[in-house]
C-alpha cells in the first residue's frame, strides 16, 4: 500500500465519519422531539459502531476507545437495559458532541479535550453498572483497536491483516412465542436486512400443522435468509438485537455460490383459479420439502441503502472548473460583442447560434454551480450543539426546531456562516429565551424553542432564527442607548429603528455580560461578517412572542447581479441588491452645506453625494452636475449616500473574479470582472462607499434652497 | 362458495381470531379476499398455510383470490410460496 494510498482511504473514513456523525444527530433530533421508533436508536448505534470499526483500523485508539463505551451505554438503552430518560438523551447528545471532537482531531492529528472525555466516560460507566443485565455486546472486554472491523469503507487495497471476506451470511432464526408478544415480527426483521444486501428467504414450513391443530401463537416456521453484502457480521447481528433474547440466531460466513440455491419468488397470481381436490393434495404433499427463496421487498418507511450515487471531487477541481466556466461566459459575452459590431442582418444564422451558446453557457455556470452547492443540514446540525452547550450554561432547557435543512447553498458562503450563526443562536439562547420559571410565570412551557429555518426566495436564501422568548424589550434598548449616547433622549424612534440598534456597534442589551454572549463579539461584527457575504440581517420582535433574525444571503459568490455603469469612460458595476433607485441630476433636489457638502434631498431626507469618477481618480470632482444619473444607493447597515454616474449600460449577471488574489485590495472596490469587450470593471463596495462619506448633520449645517423638483426612478 | 374477507392488518393480536373465524367455516370451498390487507405478519400467513393444508384434508377448495400488494410482499418477505396459501387470481385482478 503506497501513502497516497493510505490517505485516500484515511480521507475517505473521514468523510464516512461525517455522514455517520450526521445519522448519529439526525437520530437525536428525533429522539427529542419524540419522533423516534425503534429504528432510531439502532441507526445512532451503528453510526457510533461503524465510527469505531473504521477507527480501529487506523489505530485512532482514543476515538475506538470512546466510541466503544459510547456504545455500550446505547446498546443498553436499545436492548431496553436502561431506559432512555431525558438525562441519558442529553448525555448521549453530549457524547455525540465529544465523538465529533474526537473525529475532527483525529482527522487534524490533534488531541481532544481529555478532562471532558473523562467525564463523559466516568458517567457512562455508571451508567453501564446501573444496567439492568449483561450487554449483547459480546465484545464488553476493554477497547481494542484490533477488536473492530472497519464498517462501511472498502479496506480492500489495504495491507491490513484479514481473513478473506465472506460473500455475505447465511441466517437461521428460530422465534419463540416472546418474540411475538413483545411486538416483534420476523417480516420487519427481514425487511431490515435488505439495507446490508441482497436477500433471498428460505421458509421452512414442515412444521406448520392443520388448522385443527394449530396454536397461533406458536410459530412453527423456521427461516434461513442468505444475505450477500460486505458488512461485518457483528453489524447484521445488530439488526436482530431486539429479539436475542427470545429468538435463535445463528450467523455463519457464506462463501463463493449462493448455499440455499432457490430459484426466486415470483410474486404473482398463480395461473390456476380453481384448483381439484387432487391438486390440492398434491400441493400439500408437494409443499412438505418445498424450499423458497424471496427477495424481500423494501418498505418505503426504511432508510435508503448505504451506498448512493455520489462521487468524491477534490473541492480545488471544482473552483477551478467554476473559474474555467466563468471564462466562458466572459468569452461569449466578448464574442457576442464582437459580432454585433459587424452588424449581421437580424435572421443571420451566427446571431442564431449565438444565441443558443450563450443559453448553453448560462446553463453550464447554473450547473457548476449546483456541484458546489450544499445542503444548510450540516450547519444547522452544528447549531444544535451550540444551543445545548448554551442551554446548559445559562439553566435554560431549548429545543431546537429545524425546517428546510436541506436548502442548499454555496459551500463557500456556509463555510463562513458558522460564526456569525453560532453567536447568533448563543445571543437567542442567552438574550431571548427567557429564564423558565419566567416562562412558566408567563404561562409559557418551561422548554424554550429555537426555530432554525432555511428556504431559497427570489434566488436567495434566507435563513432564519426565531426564538419564542420575550421578544426585544425596547424601552430597555432604547434607555441603553440614551445612556451610551448612542441617541439623543429627544428623538422620536419607530419599533424598526430601536431595533436596528442592536446591530450598533458597542451595544449589549444584558444588564450584565454574561459568560455565554458576552465575549466582546456583538451583533454589529455578525451584520458586518453578514454583508461581506453579501448579505441582509433583518430583526423582527413581537413583545412576549420572541425575536426572528432573518438573514438574506446570495446563493453564491461567484456571480453578481449588477448595474453596468459608465463614469469618466470607465465601466464600472454597482451590486443591484444595493440600488434603491435612480434619480435624473436636472430633476434633482441639490443642497450645498458648507463649502463644498453637497447633499440630494430625496423625501425630506438628505443624502450625500459622492462621485465615482472622482471618488477612484478618473477625474476631478464635478461641479456641474447636469445631466449626471444619480445612483440612490442604501446600504444593508442602513447607510445611504447618491453615486454621481455618467450613464447606466446593463443590468446584467457578472463573474466576480477576487481583486486581492489578483492584484490588491482597493477601498471602495470590492472585486473586478471582466466585461464582454475584455475590459475590466470594477464592482463598487456600497458599505464602504457610504461608511466613507461624512454624513451631515441637517439641524447643524445651513442647507441652501432647492434647485428643482426630484423624479423618480425605481428599478 | 362461501368468501371471507381477511382483515386489513393482521398482526399477533388479530391471529387468534383469524383462526377461530376459519374454524368455523370448515366444510366448505372458501374463497378468501385479502384486497385490503395492508399488514400480515408470520403467524397470520402460517394460519393461512394451515388453512390451506386443512381444506386439503377435508377435501374442500381454498383459494386466495384477490390481494392486494402488500399481502403479497408479506409473502414474498417471509419466503412463502403463494402455492403454499392458495394464492390465485380467480378473477384475474390483484388488488392495489
Known sequence: MTFAASDDFRASFFEECDELLEAMQDGFVCMVDGSSDAETIHVVFRAVHSIKGGAGAFGLNDLVGFAHEFETVLDHVRADRLPSTDEILLLFQQCGDYLTDLVAAARENGSADRARSEALLKRLDELSRTSRGPSADASRAAPDAEDFQPLALDLGDLDLPQDPPPSGWLISVKTDPELFTSGNEPLILFRALSRFGETKVLARTDDVPLLSACDPTLCNITWQIELHTETAEDVVLDAFDFVLDCAEITITPLRGSPEIGLTPLIAEPLSNPAMAEDEVAHVIEANQARSISAPVDKPVSLPPPATSQTIRVDFERVDKLINLVGELVIKEAMLAQAVEAIDLPRANDVLQELDGLKQLAGEIQEGVMAIRAQPIKPLFQRMARTIRDAGTLTGKTVRLVMKGESAEIDKTVLERLVDPLNHMVRNSVDHGLEAPELRVTAGKAAEGSITLSAAHRSGRVIIEITDDGAGIDRNRVRQLAEEKGMISPDVAMTDAEIDALLFMPGFSSANEVSELSGRGVGLDVVRSEITALGGRLSVSSEKGQGTTFSISLPLTLAVLEGMVVEVAGQTMVVPITSIRETLHASAAELHTIGADIRVLSVRDTLMPVADLGAMFGFRDEQMDLEDRIFLLIETDTEKSCALIVDALQDQRQVVIKSLETNYCQIDGISAATILGDGRIALIVDPEAIASGIAVPNPVAMPISAPTEGVAHVAI | ?96
Open chain 2, 1 to 96: 362458495m362461501q368468501s371471507y374477507s381477511l382483515k386489513e392488518h393482521i398482526d399477533t393480536a388479530a391471529v387468534q381470531t383469524l383462526t377461530e373465524d376459519l374454524l368455523s367455516l370448515r366444510g366448505q370451498d372458501l374463497d378468501v379476499d385479502a384486497g385490503e390487507t395492508t399488514f400480515i405478519g408470520a403467524l397470520g400467513l402460517q394460519v393461512l398455510i394451515a388453512v390451506f393444508r386443512q381444506w386439503g384434508v377435508d377435501g374442500f377448495a381454498f383459494r386466495i383470490t384477490v390481494f392486494s400488494d402488500a399481502f403479497s410482499q408479506a409473502a414474498s418477505g417471509l419466503g412463502i410460496d403463494p402455492s403454499e396459501i392458495g394464492m390465485t387470481a380467480a378473477s384475474g385482478e390483484v388488488a392495489a
